[in-house]
């Protein structure tokens, strides 16, 4: 039986909590608020891929639900002094689906830290960064909400851990559409989520300015190897007069990152690139603004379904990625 994941009104969410199921909930942060406590977990986010295509509702909300484990779930909140225990505490088989504010510490610590966790990339931990209608930005806070107690934080983390039988395994595949371009490699001194001076193409230079010079696109993002997996950093804004970049991801030193090469048919693309179908998929997201520089509003991509998020989580955090977890025996 396919694992069951839809857009869906709040009431009939509130009848799957009310029957007693383990559910990952992505939705409006009013919406969130009318559901009863009871075994989920969710994050704020009105934007989703659905069945039907791209679609924008502050109404409805997504719902992924969790079974065949092998002992109930455990949910519970972390702060960015305890999320480096998150895969220590994670069941030996399962999974873990992690939800992060954003713009919050535990999403600045989580970004920068998390490969560095212990018993990280051992165990499978899947996410997303929950966000806002854009309309809202700098209005509103994001949210994660333990369902459990009913209670939403905009500054801590909320997990699910996910023990599964040993027969079955978990796996997590990120779908990526971008491969670095042929501009110059650029390399940074610090980690973090800006930066101005860099080395560009060997030289001392000034990335803001770079970007300017070259003109380059900045729905294109940056693209790094990281021990064989290609990983997004995301351009957020571009501050001229004082010669930063800020990114949706943070960068680190020891790299060379490239801008991605355009994708001409982001649809054809991903329709190309998403798993074969009849694939049962426990959990996925996508990237808001894979949502916004492609145009996904009422478009498909494929059978994948999830919210449109600030990040997603494939271990570590991602930008403009999709990512999805898959459990077989």
Known sequence: ??????????????????????????????????????????????????????TVSREQVFVSEISGFAAPPQLRFYDSGSLPQICRNAPDNGYSILIIP??????????QN?????????????????GVHLDDLGKTAPKVALGSTGEFSESDAVVMDVPLPPEKFAQIDIVNLFRPGSGAGISFQNNGFSAGDCLIGGQVGNLADYLLEKQIDTRLPLVADYSGAMINVSIKSIDHEAKRVEFYAPVFPGLEYRFAAPVTDYVSAFQAALPKSGLDISFSCNCILNFLNSHLEGKRTGEVTGPMTFGEIGYQLLNQTLVYLTVTE
């Open 1 to 54: 039986m396919k694992t069951q994941q839809e857009l869906m009104s709040v009431g009939r969410a509130a009848e799957l909590i009310e029957a007693g199921k383990y559910l990952s909930i992505a939705g409006d942060e009013a919406a969130l608020r009318q559901l009863p406590q009871g075994n989920w977990i969710g994050g704020t986010i009105p934007y989703f891929m659905a069945a039907e295509g791209g």
């Open 114 to 130: 998390a490969p560095n966790f212990e018993e990280m990339y051992m165990k499978p931990l899947i996410g997303w960064i929950a």
């Open 102 to 111: 954003a713009f919050s510490g535990t999403h600045a610590s989580f970004a």
